[in-house]
Each structure stands twice: as structure tokens, then as C-alpha cells.
T-cell receptor
């Protein structure tokens, strides 16, 4: 089966940098995605890594190491509005890639 | 703006009383999904449509059914809701089988009393 592990909670202060880790176990691999979800809201896509290395999009960066089955989301210059849950996700190769499996989510608290 | 719209946003129903949630999209995506998300948990896929082909997850209860009358609309029917079906129901879309991005609607929060 496919599984993902990420910390349940992370707390950081405004202006700081925070890293949210994700390790995965899959029988095949299409890449690692990250989604942000504010309380009561819908998940929104943040980033996708298919190859090893760092992808940067503004204040957010995402890293992947396929040999370690590991990735992380890096948030810089934290703002209060970044308080949300962050999910890493992979596509299940057993379903032809249709099924996206999400980790349990990391709840980020940003303090003033 | 192209988007995914879910109705109703909030629904309260009684135990055993059928409920239908709707999803419409203007993205013209050919794949539509229904996810169930319980409090503080990850979204869990219930089923998806690839065009008109329906694909049910093995662990989706028979109580949950779906219809997709055309490309733009998809419905989730819960025939006899139980207390354990209280959750957020998320509709999502993607273009093609290999899409890496899901576009979600704002969700329908269902409470079963």
C-alpha cells in the first residue's frame, strides 16, 4: 500500500522559516505534491516535485529526495495567514495514478 | 474565473434521511472526484469519474452513490446517512489520468443528527 508520514503539528513565529517533512512509502512513484488547507476551507495546490531537488515558488519551496523517499515543504518569512494545515500527497500507481493519497496533515501555528 | 462550486455549503440532516450534495465545474476537466474529510483527518477518496466511467473505491460504503449527468456536474447521494457520515465532502477535478494537480471546491459540510 501507499502511506505518508508527516508531523501532526508545528509552531513557529511570524517572520521565521519552518520546514514540514514528509516521508512516503509507495509501490511506484509519480511525484510528491503539497496542499494547503485553511480551517473550513478547501485544499489548494501549492507545489509538485517529480525529480530530486528544490522547487521554489515565492516564499514556499518544496524539496524531494527519491532515494530517501522524503520531501519537505519550506515556508519562509512566515505570516499569520500561513496558519493552516499542510498535506503532502502522492498518486497511487495501482489505480493508474487517478487516486491521490494524502498524508494526515501538519497543522502549522504561526505566532506573533 | 474557472472554478469548482459545491452546494450546499452546509447541510444538516437527520439519521437515515437521504441527502444529495452537488458539484459543478467550469474548468471542463474530464475527471471529477468525491473526497470525504473528517475532522482533523486527511481527505479520503470515495470515488471518481473519468468522463462517464465510474470508479468506486473498495472501502466506500454502499450507502454512498454518485451520478455524473454531464461533464460539468457531479452529485453525491447518501442514501441513509449515519452519525459517522458527519464530515466535509470535497469535490475535486483534474484534467486527464496523470494530472498532478487537483482543483477542489469549497466543500459541503454535512452534519448528521
Amino acid at each position: 500500500g501507499q502511506s505518508l508520514e508527516q508531523p501532526s503539528e508545528v509552531t513557529a513565529v511570524e517572520g521565521a522559516i519552518v520546514q514540514i517533512n514528509c516521508t512516503y512509502q509507495t509501490s511506484g512513484f509519480y511525484g510528491l505534491s503539497w496542499y494547503q488547507q485553511h480551517d473550513g476551507g478547501a485544499p489548494t495546490f501549492l507545489s509538485y516535485n517529480a525529480l530530486d531537488g528544490l522547487e521554489e515558488t515565492g516564499r514556499f519551496s518544496s524539496f524531494l529526495s527519491r532515494s530517501d523517499s522524503y520531501g519537505y515543504l519550506l515556508l519562509q518569512e512566515l505570516q499569520m495567514k500561513d496558519s493552516a494545515s499542510y498535506f503532502c500527497a502522492v498518486r497511487d500507481p495501482n489505480t493508474g495514478g487517478f487516486k491521490t493519497i494524502f498524508g494526515a496533515g501538519t497543522r502549522l501555528f504561526v505566532k506573533a | 474565473d474557472a472554478m469548482v462550486i459545491q452546494n450546499p455549503r452546509y447541510q444538516v440532516t437527520q439519521f437515515g434521511k437521504p441527502v444529495t450534495l452537488s458539484c459543478s465545474q467550469t474548468l471542463n476537466h474530464n475527471v471529477m472526484y468525491w473526497y470525504q474529510q473528517k475532522s482533523s483527518q486527511a481527505p479520503k477518496l470515495l470515488f471518481h469519474y473519468y468522463d462517464k466511467d465510474f470508479n468506486n473505491e473498495a472501502d466506500t460504503p454502499d450507502n454512498f452513490q454518485s451520478r455524473r449527468p454531464n461533464t460539468s456536474f457531479c452529485f453525491l447521494d447518501i442514501r441513509s446517512p449515519g452519525l459517522g457520515d458527519t464530515a466535509m465532502y470535497l469535490c475535486a477535478t483534474s484534467q486527464g489520468a496523470g494530472a498532478n494537480v487537483l482543483t477542489f471546491g469549497a466543500g459541503s459540510r454535512l452534519t448528521v443528527l
